[in-house]
C-alpha cells in the first residue's frame, strides 16, 4: 500500500516564510517600474496636449512668440481645454479660495531632491486647470514675451508632487513649439548636488532625451 507523503506544518510555515521574504523584496521594485511607466505615458500625453493646443493657438488665434506672456496667454490656452478653469494672478496664499475657485486644493511641489517646498514663483504668471489631473501653469518674469515657460503637472492632484518627476518645466521657442530647458550647469535637476528651491526645474530635457529617465527616479 502507497503512502502520500504531506507535508508538515513546519515545511508549510518555511515555504510560506520565504515566500514571503522575496514579495517583500520584489514587490517595491515591481511597484516603481509601475509608477515610472505610468508618469512616463502621462508625461508624453501631457506634452503632445500642450504642444497642439500652442500650435492651434499659434495657427489660429495670434502667434504667440514676441506678442504674448503667461497672463495673456492664459485666456487662448483655456480656450484650448474643455472646461478649464484659467486665472491671471498668483493664488497660492490662500487654500480657501483654491477650494472656491476650483472645488479642491491645489498640492505642495516638492523639489526634485524633495528636501523642501519648490519655489512657486516659476508657476505666478497664469494658470489653466483642465481639470484634477491636469494643470497647468505659466511663467515670464518681467511680462516677456520671448521668455515664457510653460510648468505641467501631468497628473494634477495625484502624488508624488515632485518637480521632475510629475511636474515639468519648458520653454516656448520662437516656432511657439515647446522645448525643454538645457540644464548646463547639472544641479537643478539632481538628487544629491542642489539644496536650491528651483531644483527640478531643468529635468524636462532628461525626461525627452534619456529612455531612461522614468525608470531611474528615485522612490
Known amino acids: 500500500m502507497n503512502l502520500k507523503k504531506a507535508f508538515t ?13 522575496v514579495a517583500a523584496m520584489t514587490l517595491p521594485n515591481l511597484i516603481a517600474r509601475h509608477r515610472s511607466k505610468v508618469l512616463e505615458a502621462q508625461f508624453l500625453k501631457r506634452y503632445n496636449e500642450v504642444s497642439q493646443a500652442l500650435l492651434m493657438i499659434s495657427r489660429e488665434e495670434i502667434p504667440i512668440y514676441g506678442n504674448l ?11 484650448q481645454f474643455k472646461g ?3 486665472g491671471d494672478y498668483p493664488f497660492w496664499g490662500s487654500p480657501d479660495v483654491q477650494k472656491r475657485l476650483f472645488g479642491f486644493e491645489l498640492p505642495i511641489y516638492k523639489t526634485f531632491d524633495k528636501s523642501q517646498n519648490f519655489d ?8 489653466v ?9 505659466m511663467n515670464s518674469d518681467g511680462n516677456s514675451t520671448t521668455n515664457i515657460q510653460i510648468i ?3 497628473n494634477g492632484l495625484q502624488n508624488p508632487n515632485i518637480v521632475g518627476y510629475d511636474v515639468f518645466i519648458f520653454e516656448l521657442d520662437k516656432n511657439d513649439s515647446l522645448k525643454s530647458r538645457q540644464n548646463i550647469s547639472k ?10 528651491t528651483k531644483n527640478g526645474s531643468y529635468c524636462s530635457v532628461y525626461a525627452m532625451t534619456d529612455k531612461n529617465y522614468f525608470k531611474n527616479l528615485n522612490w
Do not use: H, W
Open 9 to 21: 506544518m513546519a515545511e508549510v510555515l518555511i515555504t510560506l516564510g520565504v515566500i514571503g521574504i
Open 69 to 79: 506672456y503667461g497672463r495673456t496667454l492664459q485666456p487662448y490656452l483655456s480656450t
Open 84 to 86: 478649464a478653469k484659467g
Open 120 to 127: 512657486l514663483g516659476i508657476m505666478d504668471d497664469g494658470y
Open 129 to 137: 486647470i483642465v481639470n484634477k489631473e491636469f494643470f497647468i501653469f
Open 152 to 154: 505641467v503637472d501631468i
Open 187 to 196: 544641479t537643478l535637476c539632481s538628487a544629491t548636488l542642489s539644496s536650491n
